[in-house]
């Protein structure tokens, strides 16, 4: 049993022993001895109801951890998600924690502090960005680098860098010794602090111990929260205490009471006991009740040991509580006049209050004095006393650290009271009260200036009934959460701003709706953000606003490119461009032209794209946007490595590489050193492919992207299929087929079900094959890949002639070859073609076409081809390399775009692309078109393992 009355860490004990709790205990203890002792993460999540001593589990365990060692490690920092509706709320009070800010910072100096603590733990090479973006979760502005300026517009990137960043600090600061990350009332944070902290549990290496805390409902919001970090990760469920333990606790809480000689009064023991049923925060409560119905009466002096009279007459005539209700009626009984209205005042305000906010909603409907004076005494020294007095009786807690200067901010001890308060107001006078206290937050700078500051405004206003004014309240929040890459909270703040804003203020709706479609494109709610464009263009056409027409017409026609309506894609390009020309506005044009070329290369019109992209990279040299620049490099090497111009090819991804690495654009050097891979790879220099695909990998893991992680994968998979690997290959594949059907990426999965089907025939393995490429030949279907088709059909051609399904079917492998070639003649994809001309012309060689003189012939016939096309492809480029080997390599999907409504311009698409990572992704309008050009039948190829 420990009995402490000071503030260490995390808790505030007074007189509570802790009791019990030994299996909880243990748990904690096993997590250190993994971290301590072998340098591991691991992660231990507490889950119990209020009160049941979640927080003070944790504090004693550092505490006696830090006693046994006689050192202060681990270094704790705790965050909690309580009283704030921030995104990153949590993240913000574990840093300021962790760096040692306190209430009233003058703001240059918390930048200074926080410069110099993380230059101490990463050095001065990366502090610049370091700040940047923790300074985003701590609501602290730092000024831009280069890589952050690169990525500015991109929420996507924005999000990627931001968390590979966070991860990163933290395994750096562990490496100096070990440090407890403590997250606590998880249940209340937001959902994008929860994937944040997901990530991280995923991620996290070094000497790391993370401790959650939250109540039992945490299982609804995250109902998968147990596997994350999967084997590292421990779940605690806190029961009530025990009857020995709580009797032990109860005893010492009334210790006091007790004068020597004489035994503990039975009847308080009992009554606490069956009112707190196990839950030691209630018996805590039940103790302070006693006081305030004046059953223990205080008599020790200030400073001295206490000492409690007991008057078991005043218990046998008190009400004492049934519910947890009926004490918190009983506490608020014993309020003062003026308490129970500052309570009030501070209840309208939220869980967090602050008492220059009470000051307005105090002097409500006065009149000024003659001569306003700071001598005399005002009604913040009467609040400052008041709270002063509550909090010594539980009531509200002064928090360290203000988030409004100038003002204390302070937080009710218990929400069940302030929501109990907060009923007893009428509607009208909160009303007024919302109205006045959204006034006085309008004027503090730092409420203007942050995403929780103006969604707090947003909601006071809206409290208020002042709809127009709360609309764009919330239009602010959301342009906040979205510079910040909180997507989700930019969701519901535009929402709910356009709706309240209606019709009025059009310029800034349009704007909104903007940021709002490109929020729900980067959410994947493609049906909400196209109708988000429309209205955009609808109000644009009404006011003769032509380059906003432009974007709204090239953000709905990017749409309809990544989700497969390649014509509708291209009729509304062609009028973003048209408008954009009208409007002389360059940048628009410039980025049409260059969606146009991509759109091109979609359809298969190699020679057309190469003229957009051309046209669209001397644009873009002209307005001297290095990472559009480095875009159409990138883009230009991908249509000439289709087309089988390696030498250009590797030149323009050499181009782009450079200045991707030196503005910083991490997910853009994922992909331009993956599409190198890919150069090598198609020359069939696989020796040189594989060193670029796993740098690729490597970077892609440093910025956390699971879907490019798992692509690559899926590249670095079939590299080493091809360099005669296999089984290394295979167990490749199967991790990325895991994640990408986790993901959700159909068309990555086909991918990596291909390459595994190809890998399992280089084995011999049939039968897995077979089963591989069904599911591909599937998917490519149902995502309406045309190239990926025709690849996917000449592997299942080649399974078929191998004997897949039996000798009776070989022949059918004919008209799956031939299927094929008719693709990629239709999309002049040569490489492709020569690929299966080769692969079609071996199977006619074989034994059964002997004698079928026709069959020898067409053989002859596409083997010439091939060898012409592989011949033409390398004089005069790379003469003397080997021809490309077959089967082709898998290319990754387009990611989601966004722009700025002026410029409609793409960083998501510049940072990766044409399309990501290369892969050729044709896609049509429905599987009907297959069977019209003749390339597959209309029912499916391949189902249930038969051709």
């Known amino acids: 049993m420990v009995k402490d009355n000071v503030t260490f860490g995390l808790v505030s004990v007074a007189r509570a022993p802790f009791v019990g709790r030994q299996r909880e205990m243990a748990s904690l203890d096993a997590a250190l001895e993994a971290v301590e002792g072998r340098g591991e993460t691991r992660v231990v999540t507490l889950l119990g109801s209020q009160g049941l001593g979640k927080s003070r589990l944790v504090h004693e365990f550092v505490v006696r951890h830090r006693a046994e060692k006689n050192t202060l490690t681990p270094r704790l920092y705790r965050g909690s998600a309580r009283d704030t509706d921030a995104a990153y709320g949590i993240f913000a009070r574990l840093l300021r924690m962790r760096f ?3 209430e009233g910072m003058d ?4 930048r200074a502090t926080v410069r110099d603590q993380v230059s101490k733990v990463v050095g001065d090479r990366k502090v610049g960005d370091v700040v940047y973006f923790l300074g985003q979760l701590l609501d602290v502005p730092f ?142 409560q039940m103790v302070r009740l006693y006081h305030d119905r004046g059953v223990l009466v205080e008599e020790s002096a200030p400073g001295e040991e206490p000492r409690w009279s007991v008057h078991l007459d005043k218990l046998e005539r008190a009400e004492l509580p049934l519910t947890i209700e009926d004490a918190i009626h009983a506490r608020l009984a014993s309020l003062s006049t003026f308490e129970r209205r500052v309570l009030e005042l501070a209840a309208t305000m939220g869980s967090v209050f602050w008492t220059g906010g009470l000051v307005p909603l105090l002097r409500a409907g006065n009149e000024a004095p003659e001569l306003w004076t700071t001598a005399a005494p005002t009604e913040l020294d009467r609040v400052h006393a008041t709270l002063t007095e509550l909090a010594q009786r539980d009531f509200v807690l002064k928090l360290p650290d203000s988030s409004m200067p100038g003002s204390d901010e302070y937080a009710f001890k218990h929400n069940k009271e302030r929501e109990m308060i907060k009923s007893r107001t009428t509607p009208t006078a909160q009303r007024r009260y919302h109205a006045i206290f959204a006034d006085w937050l309008d004027h503090q700078g730092h409420a203007r ?22 609309g764009l309240a919330y239009l602010e929040a959301g342009d906040a959460a979205r510079a910040s890459y909180a997507a989700q909270t930019a969701c519901g703040h535009y929402e709910r701003g356009l709706e309240l804003l209606g019709d009025s203020v059009t310029g800034r709706r349009i704007d909104a709706l903007h940021n709002y479609g490109d929020v729900l494109l980067s959410s994947g709610r493609i049906d909400d953000a196209l109708a988000s464009f429309r209205e955009m263009l609808t109000l644009a056409f009404r006011l003769d606003l032509r380059s906003k027409g432009g974007a709204a017409h090239n953000r709905i026609g990017r749409l309809y490119r990544e ?89 323009s991804f050499e181009q782009s590489l450079v200045i991707r690495r030196e503005i910083g654009d991490l997910p853009g050097v994922v992909a331009t050193l993956n599409n190198l891979g890919m150069v090598f790879q198609d020359r069939g220099e696989c020796a040189r492919a594989l060193p670029l695909f796993e740098e690729s990998l490597e970077v892609a893991k440093q910025i956390g992207d699971q879907n490019r992680i798992a692509l690559v994968m899926v ?36 991918d990596a079900l291909r390459a595994m089907g190809e890998a399992y025939l280089a084995n011999g393995d049939l039968v897995k094959a077979r089963d591989c490429i069904g599911r591909c030949v ?76 026709p069959a020898l012939a067409e053989a002859a016939r596409m083997e010439r081809e091939a060898g012409a096309i592989f011949e033409r492809l390398m004089v005069g480029q790379d003469r003397g390399q080997p021809a490309p080997a077959p089967p082709a390599p898998p290319r990754l999907p387009r990611p989601k775009s966004r722009e700025s409504p002026e410029t409609a311009e793409s960083p998501a698409e510049q940072a990766s692309g044409l399309g990501n990572i290369r892969r050729s992704t044709a896609m049509f309008g429905s599987l009907s078109w297959f069977s019209q050009v003749g390339c597959i039948r209309a029912e499916p190829l391949f189902y249930g393992g038969k051709a």
Not at 588 to 598: C, L, T
Not at 816 to 836: C, D, H, K, P, V
């Open 715 to 750: 590249n670095v998979g079939d590299c080493l299929h091809r360099s005669g690997q296999s089984e290394r290959a295979i167990s490749v594949l199967k991790q990325a087929e895991e994640q990408l059907d986790e993901l959700g990426d159909k068309l990555g999965l086909a």
């Open 449 to 470: 200036s942050s995403e929780e500051g103006l969604a707090t405004l947003a909601e006071h206003r809206e409290r208020a009934g002042d709809a127009p004014r709360a």
């Open 778 to 853: 599937d998917l490519f279907a149902t995502v309406r890949s045309k190239v990926q088709l025709g690849i996917a059909l000449r592997t299942l051609g080649e399974i078929t002639a191998a004997g897949g399904w039996g000798a009776s079917h070989t022949r059918g492998a004919r008209e799956y070859f031939a299927r094929s070639a008719a693709i990629f003649s239709q999309t002049g994809n040569e490489i492709e073609l020569a690929r299966t001309y080769r692969s079609f012309s071996r199977f006619l060689r074989r034994d059964e076409y002997k004698d079928d003189a």
């Open 563 to 651: 989700t497969g309506s390649l014509e509708e894609a291209g009729h509304h390009l062609e009028a973003a461009l048209t408008l954009f020309q009208a409007a002389n506005d360059e940048r628009g044009v410039a980025s049409s032209v260059d969606d146009i070329g991509k759109l091109e290369w979609l359809k298969g019109d190699y020679r057309a794209a190469l003229a957009s992209l051309r046209d669209g990279l001397a644009r873009r040299r002209r307005l001297g946007d290095r990472r559009s620049i480095a875009l159409s490099f990138n883009n230009l090497g991908i249509v000439l490595l289709e087309t089988g111009e390696f030498a250009q090819a590797i030149e």
């Open 143 to 284: 000024e831009e680098s280069p890589l952050t300026r690169a990525i500015a517009d991109d929420a996507v990137q924005g999000r990627l860098l931001r968390r590979a960043v966070v991860r990163s600090f933290f395994e750096s600061d562990a490496a100096h010794s070990p440090i407890c990350l403590v997250f606590d009332d998880l249940h209340a944070a937001h959902a994008d602090s929860l994937t944040l902290l997901r990530y991280l549990l995923e991620s996290l290496s070094g000497p790391i111990l993370v401790v959650c805390a939250a109540r039992p409902e945490l299982s609804s919001i995250a109902d998968d929260w147990s596997r994350a970090g999967e084997r590292r990760h421990t779940i605690v469920d806190l029961e009530p205490l025990l009857e020995p333990d709580a009797q032990a606790l109860i005893a010492a809480l009334l210790a006091p009471a007790v004068k020597e000689g004489a035994a503990l009064p039975e009847a308080l023991v009992d009554n606490a006991l069956t009112f707190a049923a196990g839950n030691p925060m209630l018996l805590e």
């Open 107 to 110: 703001p240059q100096d918390v």
């Open 100 to 102: 040692g800010l306190v």
